[in-house]
């Protein structure tokens, strides 16, 4: 079955730096776009940032763009979320998710919290 596990999440001060990592199993990794998303307390969850099979990256909010960076590691079946430049408002659990055949599959999360 797909599973999907997320870590690298912690705390860290404004302007530091974590990355997030999603190994993936139980499909063909290399076929599926992987994304992140976050969901900070009492809102909506949103995409982060989302990378295609081929390593082509999708389009990022505008909270996020020049600060995060997407990429994957088809050898590993692993995907990776680098995060500079980390702001308070960045707090949130972050989510790995891939979408196959009309199903979202989403891992449990990690959390980052960003405070000095």
């Known amino acids: 079955q797909v599973q999907l596990v997320e870590s690298g999440g912690g705390l860290v001060q404004p302007g530091g730096s974590l990355r997030l990592s999603c190994a993936a199993s139980?499909?063909?990794?290399?076929?599926?776009?992987m994304s992140w998303y976050r969901q900070a307390p009492g809102k909506e969850r949103e995409l982060a940032a989302g990378?295609?099979?081929?390593?082509?990256?999708?389009d990022q909010p505008d909270s996020v763009k020049g600060r995060f960076t997407v990429s994957r590691d088809n050898a590993k079946n692993t995907v990776y979320l680098q995060m500079d430049s980390l702001r308070p408002e960045d707090t949130a659990v972050y989510y790995c998710?891939?979408?196959?055949?009309?199903?979202?599959?989403w891992g449990r999360g990690t959390q980052v919290t960003v405070s000095s």
């Open positions: 139980g499909f063909t990794f290399t076929m599926y776009t």
């Open positions: 998710s891939t979408y196959i055949r009309r199903n979202y599959y």
């Open positions: 990378i295609t099979y081929s390593g082509g990256t999708t």
